[in-house]
Structure formats: C-alpha cells, structure tokens
C-alpha cells in the first residue's frame, strides 16, 4: 500500500517531536505546588515546588480574561517543570493545561483517530518540523508531511492536517498535511470522474459569484459555471438571478487535468428552446415581444423560455437620424416585431420593428404629387444643397434649384430648422427620393426686368464675359 512507506516512517515520529522539544523534555514533569509569594511590579509568582525550590511563574497564566488574578498566596497550583533558569525552576502552569488537553483528546480519538482532520495555528517551527495548536492541544507536523515551501512564511499560518498518529506514552500527535492533500485529491478525482463518466445531474451550492460565472460545490469539489452556461439567451450577469448558498441543478460539461479546471453547465440541464423556435418561427413572421434592454447600438427582446432576440437601431425605426433606442423604447414594453434571421448555428435571431409600420415614402406618395407646393423643415445642410423634411420624408433642395442668383447656397439664407416654402420637382419612386424647388417660387430676373422694359429700349449694362461668338452683357 502506499501509506506503508508512509507507516514505517511514522515510528519515528514520536522521536523526531522528542528532539525537536529536547531542552523542555530534560525535566518535564509535573508537580504539585503553593503560592508563596505575588510580586506584581515584576509581573511573576513565586511557587515552592518542594525541595526548599521556589520556581518562577509568569502572572499572565494566572489571570482571567479581565486580568484579575484568580489565585493568591497560598494557593496551590499544580506546574510543570520544565527547565532551569539561575539555579530557579522555570516552570508553567498553561502547560499542565495544554498537557491535561492533550491527553484528553488522545484519550477520545485512540479508537478511531484515521479520518480525523484538524485546523490549527502554526506556533513554532524547528529543525523537525511544525507546532501546531488547536484549542491548546499541541500537534506535531514532520517536515516531510508538511507539504510547506522553503520560502513560506509558516508561523502563525492556520492549517489543515490529518491525524497519522496517536502517542500515549508521551502524549504526543502527529498530523500530516501531504496526507490529507492526497486524500482530498484521491475524494475529488473520485467526484470529478464519477460526474464525467455518468454524465450525471446533480445539485450544487452556490459559493462565489463573480462577473464571470458562480463556482458550485458539487459533493466538496468546486466547479465553475461560466455566465454563458447559465441560460440559453446568451452571456447573463448571475449576480441578477442567484444569491451565494442557493442550490442549483447543475451537470459536468467538462474537466481539464492540467489546470484541475471543472466546467459546470446549468442550461444542459435544461431543454433546449431553439429546438422549439426552429419548429415553430420562421422568417417573416410576426411575434409578440418584450423589451429586456437597452443599448446604443440596439434592443435586445424577450420571447419567453429563454429566447432573447435582437433588435438593431437600424430596424427601430424609418427615422435615419435615429440616436438612441431609448427615444423609441422603454424596458418592459410589449411590442410586435418581424422575424427577419434565424441562425441555428449560432442561436441567433434578429427581428424588426420598422417593416411592420407604414413605409414613409408610401405614405407619402398618397398624399403628395410633382408639382404641389408644400412647407418643410430643413433638417441639414450640404455644400451642395439643403435637405428639407416634408411628412416625415427627406427631400433635396439643390443650390441651382434654390435661388436664381448662381453664385448663392442654401446655406448661404439658411439653417437646420427653418420652415421653407418648396415645390416638389421631381419625385424617382424607383429610388425613393425627391427633388424640391424653391426658385420656381419666386420671380425670376428675366420677368421682372420684362415687366419694366420693353422691345427696342436702350439700356446701359455692363460687360460680364466676351466669347468668340459674342459678348455677355448684365444689365
């Protein structure tokens, strides 16, 4: 077995630990003392220990959690010995305490002490290996059951290990912390192996939530359900659906040796709706929706059991000049939308709000005819014209179409905004666009300078251009 390697380094356990305490061991004995003196300035009692030897006691042993000392002169006191200090016994009264411990857990766990994992401060490090205490039982810990680094800072370290070894005859425990790492590590693979073969559905407790996903206990080995296994609509934050302690149903997906990387799925345990949507939707229809959230670039839409689709800004509205979904749609808002894709592969679907309402244009063309004069509103400006909005159509009102003088732009007498009185020049039904005319509106220089001249007049004007065939006069 592999522990017999183990075992037959166990028998000299008790001696390393022996060792490793060699000074304190020399007269570690216990004996029955009195109080003879309390000399507070120098925080100590004396205790005769018989013999005529009065030993020296630390007054921090002796005092309750208010600091009142709970015993006086004359008190008896039972001590150990446990050394010498100027001809002076150097002696302790927590460690008849600590002993009295010690003996007492060895006595309740003899029987049965294989299984048995204790958690305790490291309080001392020496040549052998490891002090360990809990609840002021002392547990030593070889080096070589350690599993410590060089260069950890071990002292003062809370700790797990496995008791290996119970010592009657000298009182002392012996813990491995290898040894329980390798039963855990053996518990989990068992768990981890278990889970993958059977392909098994199990519940887990939720212990950490992040950003990214919940890590589940499944049986005491942690597995991790990344944000896009929780639902079938896609990457959902868990912190909006779960709370640290919920039990979840979960199932193992997959497990990666090298990194001891559990993968856990929460969605494989459930059906999956796109089978439904692929029987059932097809592109084009029409489907009742709910607005799950907001985003610069689109909306996404709840369809129930786990369906979310997309909505993106150009497919809200025939508005071009659309800035944010939000002027549209409200979270929670029950709308209609077209089904326009639907993509098996990558569980995608997109719809669209826009070609269930009235085309602009169509509406347009039963209102409107080439020739009508209409008032729009100019809503942007080119160097090559104006666009003037007419019943929520955009119409181009173009530099030579706006004023008689050639050298004049629209942007010249106007600005975003301005109301202007337009005549609908041309309208291309095959490319949906309009052309306007303000020019025709107005005057033009040749009818009123004919309304003031007549045939025959002399004039004076002056010359703009002279050409091989003649010369331009403006008069």
Not at 195 to 211: P, Q, R
Request: net charge negative.
């Amino acid at each position: 077995m592999a522990f017999d390697n183990e075992a037959l380094e166990e028998e000299n356990f008790a001696a390393m630990f022996e060792a490793s305490c060699k000074k304190e061991q020399e007269s570690n004995r216990i004996a029955e003392g009195e109080i003879v003196e309390i000399q507070e300035d120098e925080n100590r009692a004396l205790v005769g220990v018989g013999e005529k030897l009065e030993g020296i006691l630390s007054l921090d042993e002796i005092r309750d959690a208010e600091g009142n000392l709970k015993l006086g002169v004359g008190d008896a006191i039972t001590v150990m010995i446990t050394g010498h200090y100027n001809e002076r016994p150097k002696i302790s009264h927590k460690k008849v305490l600590e002993q009295q411990k010690t003996v007492a857990f060895i006595e309740a766990n003899k029987e049965d002490y294989e299984n048995l994992i204790i958690e305790g401060v490291v309080t001392k490090k020496n040549k052998g290996g490891y002090i360990i205490e809990m609840d002021s039982v002392n547990f030593f810990m070889p080096k070589s059951l350690a599993a410590f680094k060089d260069t950890d800072q071990v002292v003062g370290r809370t700790v797990k290990a496995q008791v290996v070894k119970l010592d009657p005859s000298d009182n002392s425990i012996v813990v491995s912390r290898r040894k329980l790492f390798n039963e855990d590590r053996k518990r989990k693979k068992e768990i981890i192996d278990n889970l993958m073969e059977d392909n098994k559905v199990v519940e887990g407790v939720i212990k950490k939530i992040t950003s990214y996903g919940m890590f589940v206990d499944v049986g005491g080995v942690d597995g991790l359900v990344h944000y896009n296994e929780i639902s079938y609509k896609g990457p959902v934050n868990p912190s909006k659906l779960y709370n640290e302690g919920d039990t979840v149903t979960v199932k193992a997906i997959s497990y990666d040796k090298d990194k001891r990387h559990l993968s856990l799925s929460i969605k494989a345990v459930l059906p999956d709706p796109w089978v439904e949507v692929e029987e059932e939707l097809d592109e084009g229809d029409t489907i009742g929706v709910t607005v799950s959230n907001l985003e610069p670039y689109g909306v996404f839409v709840d369809l129930g059991n786990d369906i979310e689709g997309f909505l993106h800004i150009s497919e809200i509205t025939w508005n071009k000049n659309i800035k944010h979904p939000k002027d549209y749609l409200s979270v929670g808002e029950e709308i209609e939308v077209e089904v326009i894709e639907i993509n098996s592969e990558t569980h995608k679907l997109r719809v669209s709000l826009k070609r269930l309402l009235p085309k602009p244009f169509d509406e347009f063309l039963k209102k409107f005819k080439e020739g009508d004069i209409v008032t729009g509103t100019v809503t942007s400006l080119t160097d090559f014209g104006a666009f003037v909005k007419i019943d929520g159509v955009e119409g181009l009102l173009h530099n030579q179409d706006a004023s008689w003088d050639k050298n004049t732009k629209c942007k010249d007498f106007l600005k975003s905004g301005d109301e202007v009185e337009v005549k609908i020049a041309k309208i291309n039904r095959e490319d949906q666009k309009i052309s306007l005319n303000s020019k025709t509106l107005q005057e033009s220089p040749i009818d009123k300078f004919a309304a003031s001249h007549k045939q025959n007049e002399i004039v004076k004007g002056t010359v703009r251009d002279i050409k091989d065939f003649g010369v331009f006069v403006s008069i």
